[in-house]
């Protein structure tokens, strides 16, 4: 009976060894904790270089810097849409923590807050006076300015078990010290990238 009894726990704990190796080695890409990524959509649509790189820092919380810059200034000929239009900012960093919820780690729905420093031009309405103070006319005018904004954002990641991702989300935020900037950010993220 003593050696069925130890044969038994030995069979039971040789059953619990193995399968926690063979779940490990399953979802091995959940304990990768670098990201890298990038937004085709802003390089298609509005020639603009749009990369991003994430640090998982533990299974519910991730830390990014995003980096975007704008190639092309107004609109072309052969441009269907004018980047003026969409984007004010020329350059922007963007940093970014995202909050996941559910029990993989860093997939699914997550919330986000963020903190980005811009640089472009912005049209603004300029309100022209004569010598005795009254008003004469008012003229729109693009000036150069440089801000920071605040903001939070919602989206969900969905990652493959060989590493690569595609992150999809949307984000809001406001401009917090220049008058000549725009007064909200919009920040729209297709990023496809790899975990490693």
Same mark, same amino acid.
């Given at each position: 009976m003593k050696k069925i009894i130890i044969l038994s726990l030995a069979v039971f704990a040789f059953q619990i060894s193995?399968?926690? +190796? $063979?779940?490990? $080695?399953?979802?091995? %890409?959940d304990f990768k904790r670098n990201e890298v990524s990038i937004n085709p959509f802003n390089i298609i649509a509005f020639?603009?270089? =749009?990369? +991003?790189? *994430?640090?998982?820092? +533990?299974?519910n919380? $991730?830390?990014?810097?995003?980096? @975007?810059?704008?190639? &092309? *200034?107004?609109k072309d000929d052969n441009d269907l849409i004018d980047s003026d239009d969409v @984007?004010?900012?020329?350059?922007?960093?963007?940093? %970014?923590?995202?909050y996941f919820f559910g029990d993989r780690i860093a997939r699914g729905f997550y919330a986000e807050g963020f903190g980005m420093l811009s640089s472009g031009e912005h049209e603004n309405r300029i309100d022209q006076f004569g010598t005795t103070g009254v008003f004469v006319n008012s003229i729109r005018k693009d000036l150069d300015y440089? #801000?920071?904004a605040l903001g939070f954002g919602i989206g969900g990641k969905f990652v493959s078990k060989n590493g690569f991702?595609? #992150?999809?989300?949307?984000g809001i935020g %406001? +401009?917090?010290? $220049? =008058?000549? &900037?725009p007064d909200i950010v919009v920040k729209p993220n297709i990023y496809i990238g790899y975990r490693f």
């Open positions: 193995f399968a926690q +190796n $063979s779940g490990a $080695s399953q979802y091995k %890409r020639g603009a270089f =749009d990369v +991003n790189y *994430e640090r998982i820092l +533990n299974k919380t $991730s830390l990014g810097l995003d980096f @975007f810059y704008r190639l &092309s *200034e107004g @984007f004010d900012k020329q350059v922007a960093a963007t940093l %970014r923590l995202k440089t #801000d920071f991702f595609m #992150d999809v989300g949307i %406001r +401009n917090l010290f $220049s =008058d000549k &900037s």
